[in-house]
Structures are given as C-alpha cells and as structure tokens.
C-alpha cells in the first residue's frame, strides 16, 4: 500500500544550504481534466475519470510512452469540505471501474492503487507515494524522490471532486465535538475564512490601510484567470469583474467578501516530472527545480498576524537559500491566494520587487497586469480559476516553457526565467521554484 511521504522527503529547516538536485530534476509534461462546478453522478465525470484524463494528458503532452513512467506521486485527498456523509453508495458508478477495497476510491478520495488498476497502460510503475493536503506537497515530494533516484519518470497529480450541497457542512464540520488541529480554531463553529479574516483585519489596522485597497489586486486576479483555458470561470462564467463589482460584494466575515473567497469546483492535473537527461528527449521544453522546501504551521487559537508573517518570512529564507538565487533573480511569482489575503503575506515575504511587510496593498495600486513589468499572481490562482490548489504550478511552469498563451508575461520579451509557487496556508505549505535552466 501507498504511504505518506517521510518527513526526510522536506526541506523544513532554515539553513540547509543549496538543494542537493538544484537543476536534476525537470518538469516536462501538463494535463488537465475539464472542469465542473459539482459532481453530476456519473461514472465519466467522477473525479476518478477526472484523474485519469489529466494522468493521460500529461503523459502526451510529454510525449512520453506510458510504460516509461516508473512512479506516482498523488495528494489522496480530493476536497476540503465535500465529505460523503450517510449517503448511498453509487454502485453503478463504482462497479464502472476496477475496485479496491474502499468504494468511494475514484468518487470521494483516490488512491495509487485505484488508478494503477484502472491505467492498464501503467506496466512499470514501482515507486508511488503521498503527497497529502495539496498539490504543492505531492511537487515537492515527487521532485525529492526524482532526484534521489527513487523515480525517473514520474507522474505527478491533484484532483478535487465537489458534491452536490453546502461546503463545510459535512465531515469534521458534522460532529458534535472537535478534534485535531481543529480544536484551536474551530471551537465555535468557525469555517473557512474566519480566523484568515481575523488575521487581515489585524494586517490592516496595523499598517492603517483599507480592504478597497484589494479591488485591483482581485479585479487582475479574475481578469488573469479568464485567460486561463483550463479554468472553470474561462469555461463556464467568462464575465469580468470591476472594481465597482468587488466594492459592492457582500461580506462573508468582514473584512473577506464574496470576491475574496474561492469557489469549489471539480478539476484535476497532472505533471510530468523527469531527469534532465531524460527531458532532452521529450516533447516540450524542460522546466528545472532549483529548490523546494516546506514550512510548518504553528497551532494556536487563531492564525494571527505575527505568525504569519514570521512563516512566510522563513519561507522565503529558506526558497532563496536552497535555489542560490535572490529576491532580485525573482521574475514572477505564483504564490497562493484561496483567500485572496493570504497573498500579502506570502509576495511580502519573498520580497517581490523590493516590498517589505505592510507594502502589498500600496504596491498593487499601480501596474500589475501581465503585461507590466511587476506581474502579481499572473495565473489568477483559485481566485480567477476555482479552487484547485494546482493553477499556480501549472502557470509557473507554462510561463517558463513560453506556453501560457495569452497569459504569457510580457517582461523579457515573453520569456520569464525563474518563478516561485507554492501554499496553502501563509503559516505552512510547501514551495517550488521553478527556472529555465539548470543552473
């Protein structure tokens, strides 16, 4: 059976020096499922059938034979807040595919296992291992293993199913005590967004600023994602928002609007992750990992301010530690943003274009459209394309193989050469940086 990736698999520690695989490992492929708002019930449309569709994609678009890839690396996880609870098993949709012994593997969850017997095409895989929570963890987890040797040819995927229903009102949320992580922020019935409101309430007192000051950072935010073909707003709800729109949204915990929130949809991706010498004979051109490295949440009460610039400041330590580079090297940033305030934190932290803490909402006043020369969140994040925790890889990587069409950053003449991404949470995630060489 599948297990978790162990903890030697992250670069926790401030201080480690340059990354040992600087430049070994490449990624090559991208694959991407259709997307939905909910689940329709369906066998072709599960989050199995999603999975599989990108896991191919990617494949292809590599050009890679899929007896070639020897290793899986998956988040397991597929929601935040659709949990099955107390339903009907859809037997029909289950015996569509090749089982294992959970039923709700491919509807409700995935497991290596589960798509290994249902890609009969996948004849060599040996080495599969979890990345859970997010996408960003199966990247760095897959990018470790590459570069130990474990895989060399790697497929790496997250996919996330909804369900019909409110979010957040099953699982965890459904029971009548708390427990877990849970027990310090979710004691009076708190959801999503609460404790992040709390803390930019704090952010903006602090600094003397106001949220209106977000409506352009947000407006750019859903205009980018528009020009993201593989999101769900450009396939489903193409409308733009202004600056009016953002202003008038009601609020879903003050100081977080409408706008400000992500919404849960279904989508999977996928990447192709290889060695260099390998991705010389692959179809697109390689994108190499300088360095990765994971920053854990401290529990409290609340989230709170000072953590969370304390995190996200030792996140960028140890990202320009570990890749050799400076926040002057830093083209493009991919940062997180399900919720949208979360970004200050993490572009402050890293130090784009010379911002220091409480800079961020004087910053995104002027030119941050792609086209300018300080592009902020040029993919539109799960803010412009539904919430996924994947579109900023994707984008940081097409952004460097020059194929993100017209969301290509216009500065270096269309051809950015290094771009950091990576979340979820400002006080801990996982982080990547991405370049155009090895070097």
């Known amino acids: 059976m599948t297990q978790p990736a162990p903890q030697s698999a992250y670069r926790k520690r401030e201080g480690l020096g340059v990354w040992e695989h600087k430049g070994k490992v490449a990624a090559v492929g991208i694959g991407h499922s259709d997307t939905a708002r909910r689940w329709d019930g369906t066998a072709a449309n599960s989050i199995g059938a999603f999975a599989i569709d990108a896991l191919r994609k990617a494949m292809a678009d590599a050009g890679v034979n899929p007896d070639q890839v020897d290793g899986l690396v998956i988040d397991p996880g597929t929601t935040t807040g659709a949990h099955w609870d107390d339903q009907p098993l859809p037997w ?11 039923p709700l ?121 528009l020009l993201f073909p593989e999101g769900f707003f450009a396939q489903h709800r193409p409308d733009a928002i202004t600056v009016e729109d953002y202003l008038a949204a009601r609020w879903i915990v003050k100081p977080l609007n409408l706008f400000d929130m992500d919404i849960p949809i279904m989508a999977a991706a996928a990447y192709l992750f290889t060695t260099p010498e390998r991705a010389k004979d692959m179809a697109q051109k390689p994108v190499y990992i300088l360095n990765h490295c994971t920053t854990r949440p401290k529990f409290g009460l609340a989230q709170g301010l000072d953590n969370a610039q304390a995190s996200t400041d030792s996140t960028g330590r140890k990202l320009y530690d570990g890749s050799g580079l400076t926040p002057a090297d830093l083209d493009l940033e991919n940062m997180y943003d399900g919720f949208t305030t979360f970004h200050p934190y993490f572009v402050e932290g890293l130090r784009y274009r010379g911002m220091g803490r409480g800079d961020f909402l004087d910053f995104v006043q002027g030119d941050i459209s792609l086209e300018g020369p300080n592009p902020i969140s040029i993919s539109g994040g799960n803010s412009g394309s539904g919430r996924t925790r994947f579109w900023m890889h994707t984008d940081s990587i097409q952004q460097i193989q020059g194929r993100a069409g017209a969301r290509q950053a216009h500065l270096k003449n269309g051809r950015p050469d290094t771009v950091i991404s990576g979340g979820p949470m400002p006080q801990g995630g996982d982080f990547t940086v991405w370049a155009s060489s090895p070097d």
């Not at 289950?94 to 294992?100: G, K, P, R, S």
């Open 105 to 225: 593997d491919g509807i409700a969850k995935l497991s290596a296992e589960w798509l290994i017997a249902n890609m009969p095409e996948l004849t060599n895989v040996k080495f599969t291992r979890y990345g859970p929570g997010c996408m960003s963890n199966a990247i760095v987890v897959a990018a470790q293993a590459v570069g130990d040797g474990e895989t060399h040819t790697c497929l790496v995927l997250k996919g996330w199913h909804n369900l019909a229903g409110r979010y957040y009102q099953g699982g965890a949320a459904a029971q009548d005590t708390v427990s877990g992580p849970g027990v310090w922020g979710q004691m009076w019935g708190t959801r999503a967004g609460t404790v992040d409101a709390w803390t930019f309430q704090e952010y903006l007192t602090r600094y003397n600023k106001s949220h209106d000051l977000m409506a352009p950072f947000v407006v750019n935010s859903k205009r980018n994602g």
């Open 92 to 102: 029909d949709v289950i015996q569509a595919y090749n089982q294992t012994d959970d």
